[in-house]
């Protein structure tokens, strides 16, 4: 068995879905508060023959793969002013609480927020923010502009309409990407944000942590990286083809 052309064979299907998350990546980097995925590899053992020699030494049949991982990078991206009253951004650790579809609660760093034709204050893809008390509805007859605080207070000429439900977790590692920028719960339970360690930026949006320029990077080494890997295989193909026509030609 050559261990050397399944390896490299392992590292093209593991380069062709790095290339389809720094693809997602791109895609992404121009929604407010994405969060990026980064990637890396690692190196696993594997048995070279299973069932029958299981419990036989197999201390010189261990061979190590190349395995593809992923996750979700939660460093804070930069906050840009925007001049309007209903962008916020979340400045340290934390999530926004938006209504999803089926009543699911689902949570966002994206704060590129608009009142609908009822008021309720909305994602851009319309859906509805969540304060501790609900949606958040403003008055859509009164010239008065929202005023939102640092610690979330929503208010419309001096009335209180909420407060942001800004979330956290105690481990972010964990959450379910349902989206470019949405994320579950999945079985961990969202805590009340730390007021110490964050607060909220009316007129304010966060970027995405990545830039189209560190993804091209990125490409370009997943290229490279192919195509290392490519050849290994065209090698080691040769080199079996070599062998085989030697032992052809022993009589």
Same mark, same amino acid.
């Given at each position: 068995?050559?261990?050397?052309?399944?390896?490299?064979?392992?590292?093209?299907?593991?380069?062709?879905?790095?290339?389809?998350?720094?693809?997602?990546?791109?895609?992404?980097?121009?929604?407010?508060?994405?969060?990026?995925?980064?990637?890396?590899?690692?190196?696993?053992?594997?048995?070279?023959?299973?069932?029958?020699?299981?419990?036989?030494?197999?201390?010189?049949?261990?061979?190590?793969?190349?395995?593809?991982?992923?996750?979700?990078?939660?460093?804070?991206?930069?906050?840009?002013?925007?001049?309007?009253?209903?962008?916020?951004?979340?400045?340290?650790?934390?999530?926004?609480?938006?209504?999803?579809?089926?009543?699911?609660?689902?949570?966002?760093?994206?704060?590129?927020?608009?009142?609908?034709?009822?008021?309720?204050?909305?994602?851009?893809?319309? *859906?509805?923010?969540? @304060?501790?008390? &609900?949606?958040?509805?403003?008055?859509? =007859?009164? #010239? %008065? /502009?929202?005023?939102? +605080?640092?610690?979330?207070?929503?208010?419309?000429?001096?009335?209180?309409?909420?407060?942001?439900?800004?979330?956290?977790?105690?481990?972010?590692?964990?959450?379910? *990407?349902?989206?470019? @920028?949405?994320? &579950?719960?999945?079985?961990?339970?969202? =805590?009340? #944000? %730390? /007021?110490?360690?964050? +607060?909220?930026?009316?007129?304010?949006?966060?970027?995405?942590?990545?830039?189209?320029?560190?993804?091209?990077?990125?490409?370009?080494?997943?290229?490279?990286?192919?195509?290392?890997?490519?050849?290994?295989?065209?090698?080691?193909?040769?080199?079996?083809?070599?062998?085989?026509?030697?032992?052809?030609?022993?009589?």
């Amino acid at each position: 068995m050559n261990v050397s052309l399944y390896q490299a064979a392992s590292a093209l299907e593991a380069n062709l879905m790095r290339q389809q998350t720094i693809s997602e990546n791109l895609a992404a980097s121009s929604v407010p508060g994405f969060k990026r995925r980064d990637m890396s590899f690692n190196a696993v053992s594997a048995g070279m023959f299973p069932g029958a020699l299981d419990e036989a030494n197999k201390t010189q049949l261990q061979y190590l793969m190349p395995s593809y991982h992923q996750s979700t990078n939660f460093s804070q991206g930069t906050l840009m002013p925007t001049g309007s009253n209903t962008d916020v951004a979340i400045d340290g650790p934390g999530f926004f609480a938006v209504q999803g579809a089926n009543g699911q609660t689902m949570y966002t760093r994206d704060g590129s927020f608009r009142t609908n034709s009822e008021g309720v204050l909305s994602t851009a893809d319309g *859906r509805p923010l969540l @304060g501790i008390n &609900g949606p958040i509805t403003a008055n859509t =007859q009164s #010239a %008065d /502009p929202i005023s939102i +605080s640092d610690n979330g207070d929503v208010s419309q000429g001096g009335l209180a309409l909420g407060k942001l439900q800004v979330v956290s977790f105690s481990n972010p590692d964990q959450l379910q *990407r349902l989206s470019a @920028g949405y994320f &579950g719960a999945g079985s961990q339970a969202p =805590q009340a #944000a %730390d /007021p110490n360690a964050t +607060s909220v930026r009316q007129g304010f949006l966060e970027g995405a942590n990545t830039t189209p320029m560190h993804e091209m990077s990125q490409l370009m080494q997943t290229l490279r990286h192919f195509e290392a890997n490519q050849k290994m295989m065209t090698v080691q193909d040769e080199r079996l083809g070599k062998i085989i026509q030697e032992l052809s030609n022993t009589n």
